[in-house]
């Protein structure tokens, strides 16, 4: 009889997960350089750091700052 499995190692499976990882980050990578809106705002956001212009605050003091 026919089995309907395989055996794959499990090394090669995560090297598998590796890739698809690079992979992934890669692609996010390409999505924020194609969107031109994106990089505006990280731009303007390295800008607003370099100039100090921000407020740094603990976790539960950013809802209050942005209202």
């Known amino acids: ?3 309907d499995t395989i055996q794959i190692p499990r090394k090669m499976i995560e090297e ?3 890739v698809h990882e690079k992979i992934d980050h890669i ?3 390409l999505e924020v350089l194609m969107d031109t809106e994106t990089l505006k705002r990280l ?4 800008d607003e750091l370099k100039k100090g212009n921000y407020i740094d605050a603990q976790p539960d003091e ?5 209202k």
């Open 1 to 3: 009889m026919e089995s």
């Open 43 to 46: 731009h303007k956001g390295e």
């Open 27 to 29: 692609l996010e990578t």
């Open 16 to 18: 598998i997960y590796v």
């Open 62 to 66: 950013i809802e209050a700052l942005l």
